[in-house]
């Protein structure tokens, strides 16, 4: 390469052995002279830089190349006066050069030139370029992230961290201790939620996550650590939680107080029994149904008192079964209260076992007394709608054969204007004549006129019922009341409740029985067998029988006070033999009756039959009428009735023999009382008054003059009639 | 070595800093970082005396002990502090009398702040045009580990500055060779400051940060780092250069400022102790 010339600056001839040595290095070394002119430059100036042998002895504003190093004049004169080195950044097309300027002394120190050297950075530059370049990215990366973000070296000092880290962790960032700290608790890298009270913000909940950062080819560790806010969420959540929580109180609430609500309108309470220690748990309602105070603490033997002493048995038996089996159980008993009402209860209970194979029953109980009560009555109704129906199929029965009274003589008319005076009245009838006459019939049509009609008609006959249980009959009994008493059953007189009861065959009922139905005539009430509770019932009792209750009085075998009470308006039925001009029209009603039953067709009644029986004495009345009427249809083959005498063999003159003490002995003498006692009832339901709507006479059905001839006649007293207190009021 | 640092060092002349403070202009906000008493006491009773001299109307936010020392130094700089307080010039409130009655739970209340501020500052106007103040509310705060709530109260500073356009100037206990200081704390302070006074003497912080480059990673790569970094790196505010390449070195290449900065801080020393 060229050599620096002039001024001595030659190299010895020791050194020429290293004047090549400037040519071995790449960097490019210029050497100036102090005027400014370039002496010397090695090989690597000329390859890189360009400069060329010719340019040797040229000043260095003429050399395009040392001319675009800047202020490369000024610096080098400083140098030289200065003797410190200096610097300036160059470049030549991309390539980065970094010049430095060393003053060049010589051998006596003297400074003769500038030393330039060009050292390419243009590597390095483009390095650092791309390092700003990629942390510019990195840091404008990490700023899109809203939640802060850092980077820690292994001694958890900071690297670097995003905007959204310095914004909210500036204090903890500068501090350091607390960051360590809380970096320190994450253990080992798991995520972790850290409440942290800020200055100015209060405390704020983090949910903090680090993870180790591999870097390519650095053993450094470093660690990535993300901060998210969620105070906002786990308020959010709290709240939430506080809302659900409240909301399922609230929920629970109504539920508990449904089921109250439930259990109070159902009457049904719910238990629990841990039959091991016997620790039992009541809802309130079961309280109530138990009559217990809400709260006391219930035990079995606190049951048990208030368990009704007849199922007390069966209630030991069914705790204990349960016990032992823990078997699910449904149980019905009696509670007897406090206040001695009876309330009944059904029990159901399942049995669960826990794994050590304790019994825990959860159960309900329901009072349902109402429900039995209304079994009960619905089961007496039962019995009375039985009872009734019964008596109309009876009823009906009759009524097919007797749908009318037929007949047209005087002593027929006589009854029936007799039934229509007293049918209207709720008096007591008492119906006189021998079997079968139609003494039933009468009180059918008592009944049919009186505003009872739409009612029940009860008929008993009391002939026909045992003795010792006609008490029973006529008055019910509750359950238990004697042996096989298995129910509460109403009777007859419950039966015909706001209608008429007829008894027949009154003559027959015990004496005992009498004293019970003296009471209903009396005070209408009775009680049932077995109870004490008394009943009232408003029954029109019609009473029959074909006895002379008189004799029957004097025989002491019928209570004088009950035929007093019964005889009221005595009404009695004619026998057949008294009424024979209504035979034809009797006979020709039954045969069409029977004839329609058999399906025959029968038109016309033999004379001699007619004769016959007009000429009988019919001593079993038209009962015995009804039975040959019957006997003759079936056995007649054409369309004319006839019957055989033989069938008629009584003796005309025959009195009847149901009738010990004959009560036909004297009629005028009974018709006069019978007159006397219908008047006298007359007068005491109209108080004595005679004349009027609302008088005797109307309610008879006759004139007044006629009831006032009477009245003189029979030597009746009006005043007895007049109402006491009207008597003192006047006096 | 530069023939400048012996003139900086044995011939007194006008730092930059203290221009910065001398021309302390409307809306400017200046943080000096100081661990020398010595330079608290230039640079406030510069600031101080500039003002008083400009016929700036001055509020200062002093420590007692602080306050002693300045009223003292400007005495002996020839200015009539007695003179300017009664004129109603100057203004002296006691920084740990008027701090708590701001502070609500160990935090500025900004309400509050603004009415005693602005209170104080209206009463101290008068028929002044330019007002300059200057406290150590914030570095009370700062001294006391309550981090958080003297950077608040800079904020109220700040907002309250752009507000009413008065120059401010506060000082901070704080060491400007520390890692964190440059990692954390500036970048904060440049977000409430339009000037920044890390340090007495900027020439010899140029010299040693530049040496301490050089030294680490290499005189040409020194030179490029210094050129690169410094074109792309945007100084958070006002600041010397070589500061702003600390700053820039931890930006772009954190794993060379800490050495940087820690051989800085010898150099720098070292300079001062020659």
Redesign the interface.
């Known amino acids: 390469m060229a050599a620096p010339d002039g001024d001595g600056a030659t190299p010895n001839t020791a050194a020429s052995d290293l004047t090549n040595v400037p040519d071995t290095v790449d960097v490019p070394i210029v050497v100036l002279r102090p005027n400014l002119v370039l002496a010397w430059f090695n090989k690597a100036a000329a390859n890189v830089l360009g400069l060329l042998p010719s340019d040797i002895g040229r000043e260095s504003r003429n050399i395009s190349v040392l001319a675009g190093v800047p202020r490369l004049e000024e610096q080098c004169r400083q140098v030289m006066a200065s003797g410190t080195e200096s610097g300036a950044d160059f470049h030549q097309g991309h390539q980065w050069f970094v010049v430095r300027i060393f003053p060049h002394t010589r051998g006596d120190s003297q400074v003769s030139g500038s030393v330039l050297t060009f050292t390419n950075v243009t590597a390095f530059r483009a390095s650092i370029d791309q390092v700003i370049y990629e942390r510019e990215c990195t840091k404008a990366i990490l700023n899109t992230v809203a939640d802060p973000l850092v980077v820690l070296s292994a001694d958890q000092r900071i690297h670097s961290a995003n905007r959204a880290f310095y914004t909210m962790f500036f204090e903890l960032a500068y501090l350091g201790t607390q960051l360590k700290e809380m970096i320190a608790s994450s253990h080992g890298f798991k995520p972790m939620e850290v409440d942290h009270v800020f200055p100015g913000e209060g405390q704020r909940t983090l949910s903090i996550d680090a993870r180790p950062l591999s870097l390519p080819g650095h053993s450094e560790r470093r660690v990535l650590v993300t901060f998210q806010d969620i105070t906002a969420r786990k308020r959010a959540q709290a709240t939430n939680d506080l809302r659900a929580i409240a909301e399922r109180k609230e929920e629970l609430r109504r539920s508990e107080a449904f089921l109250a609500e439930a259990q109070r309108l159902s009457s049904t309470g719910s238990f629990s029994w841990r039959v091991t220690r016997d620790e039992i748990t009541w809802s309130d309602q079961l309280y109530r149904i138990y009559d217990l105070e809400i709260g006391v603490s219930v035990t079995l033997e606190l049951m048990r008192t208030r368990v009704h002493p007849e199922d007390l048995s069966s209630y030991e038996k069914m705790v204990d079964q349960a016990r032992n089996g823990g078997a699910d159980f449904e149980y019905e008993h009696r509670l007897l209260l406090p206040d001695q009402s009876i309330k009944y209860v059904h029990m159901v209970a399942h049995g669960i076992r826990d794994e050590e194979g304790r019994v825990e029953y959860i159960g309900a109980v329901q009072d349902i007394t109402p429900r039995r009560t209304a079994f009960e009555e619905i089961k007496a109704l039962k019995d009375q709608l039985y009872k009734e129906n019964v008596a109309l199929r009876e009823e009906i029965n009759e009524a097919s054969m007797f749908e009318e009274i037929i007949g047209a003589s005087g002593a027929l008319r006589r009854v029936l204007l007799e039934v229509a005076k007293v049918a209207p009245t709720d008096s007591t009838v008492l119906i006189l004549g021998e079997t079968g006459t139609g003494k039933e019939l009468v009180a059918r049509a008592i009944h049919k006129r009186s505003k009872r009609s739409g009612r029940a008609f009860i008929r008993v006959n009391c002939a026909a019922i045992p003795a010792s249980l006609i008490a029973s009959e006529l008055f019910g009994h509750e359950k238990g009341a004697f042996t096989g008493a298995l129910q509460r059953r109403a009777g007859h007189f419950e039966a015909a409740d706001g209608g008429t009861i007829f008894l027949d065959e009154i003559g027959e009922l015990s004496l005992e029985t009498q004293i019970s139905l003296l009471r209903v005539l009396q005070e209408r009430e009775f009680y049932r067998v077995g109870s004490s509770q008394p009943i009232s019932v408003d029954v029109r009792v019609l009473a029959a029988t074909n006895r002379d209750l008189d004799a029957a009085v004097a025989e002491g075998a019928f209570r004088q006070d009950l035929l007093y009470r019964l005889n009221v308006f005595p009404i009695r039925v004619p026998p057949l033999r008294e009424r024979k001009n209504d035979i034809p029209v009797l006979v020709q009603y039954l045969v069409e009756q029977f004839a329609r039953r058999a399906g025959k067709r029968i038109t016309e009644i033999q004379k001699k039959t007619l004769s016959l029986f007009q000429a009988y004495d019919w001593p079993g009345n038209i009962r015995e009428l009804q039975n040959v009427i019957e006997r003759a249809v079936v056995l007649c083959e054409g369309k004319v009735l006839s019957v055989d005498e033989t069938w008629l063999q009584h003796e005309p003159n025959e009195r009847p023999t149901v009738s010990p003490v004959g009560v036909l002995a004297d009629d005028k003498k009974a018709f006069a009382e019978r007159e006397l006692r219908a008047i006298e009832a007359a007068l005491a339901e109209c108080q004595g008054r005679v004349s009027g709507p609302h008088g005797a006479a109307a309610k008879l059905g006759i004139p007044r003059q006629t009831l006032d001839s009477k009245i003189l006649n029979l030597g009746i007293d009006k005043r007895r009639f007049k109402p006491l207190s009207r008597t003192r009021s006047s006096s | 070595?530069h023939?400048v640092e012996h003139q900086s060092d044995t011939v007194r002349e006008c730092d930059p800093w203290e221009q910065v403070l001398v021309e302390a202009a409307a809306h400017d906000h200046i943080v000096q970082l100081y661990q020398d008493q010595d330079f608290l006491n230039s640079a406030v009773c510069r600031y101080i005396g500039a003002g008083l001299q400009n016929g700036d109307r001055i509020v200062l936010f002093p420590t007692l002990p602080h306050w002693n020392t300045f009223q003292k130094r400007l005495e002996a700089d020839g200015v009539d502090v007695h003179a300017a307080r009664e004129r109603g010039q100057l203004t002296v409130v006691d920084a740990h009398e008027l701090l708590p009655r701001f502070m609500r739970?160990?935090?500025p209340d900004p309400q509050v702040f603004q009415s005693v501020i602005s209170e104080i500052f209206g009463q101290a106007r008068g028929s002044y045009q330019k007002m300059r103040a200057w406290g150590e509310l914030v570095d009370v705060l700062w001294e006391r580990g309550?981090?958080?709530?003297s950077?608040?109260l800079e904020d109220l500073f700040d907002q309250l500055n752009k507000k009413i356009g008065i120059a401010m100037f506060c000082s901070y206990l704080m060491d400007n060779f520390n890692?964190?200081v440059q990692?954390?704390?500036l970048?904060?302070l440049g977000t409430n400051h339009s000037h920044l006074i890390p340090a007495e003497h900027y020439a010899r912080l140029e010299r040693a940060v530049a040496a301490a480059l050089r030294e680490i990673v290499g005189?040409?790569?020194a030179?490029?780092?210094e050129?690169?970094?410094l074109s792309?790196y945007q100084p958070p505010f006002n600041m010397p250069r070589p500061q702003a390449l600390l700053l820039a070195l931890r930006?772009?290449?954190?794993a060379v400022a800490d050495p940087v900065l820690e051989r800085s801080r010898s150099l720098y020393t070292a300079a001062g102790a020659a």
């Open positions: 070595m023939s739970d160990a935090m309550d981090v958080a709530a950077m608040n890692g964190d990692a954390h704390m970048p904060r005189p040409d790569e030179r490029v780092l050129s690169r970094l792309q930006q772009f290449l954190p």
